[in-house]
């Protein structure tokens, strides 16, 4: 009996790990994702030198248009 359980918690161990590690390579990947993103925005938009809260003012006067104008392949 003894035995047993140890066996199903070596299991729920290893089920636990591979969710952590599931988890910390989605947010690793979301991550780099963001990263890139910010560095096309940098690049495109010319505004390394803007704060934070200067990039969400200025994105937020073209995302209008930019919604509205997006072909159907970026919808």
């Not at 952590?20 to 495109?44: C, F, V």
Request: aromatic content about 8%; proline content about 0%; overall charge positive.
């Amino acid at each position: 009996m003894s035995n047993h359980f140890k066996q199903l918690q070596q299991e729920i161990n290893r089920v636990e790990r591979s969710i952590q590690l599931d988890s910390q390579k989605e947010r690793k990947e979301r991550t780099r994702r963001l990263i890139q993103k910010g560095a096309l925005l940098e690049n495109y938009f010319e505004c390394e030198h803007l704060s934070v809260e200067e990039t969400e003012e200025l994105l937020k006067m073209f995302s209008s248009y930019v919604n509205a104008n997006k072909t159907n392949k970026f919808k």
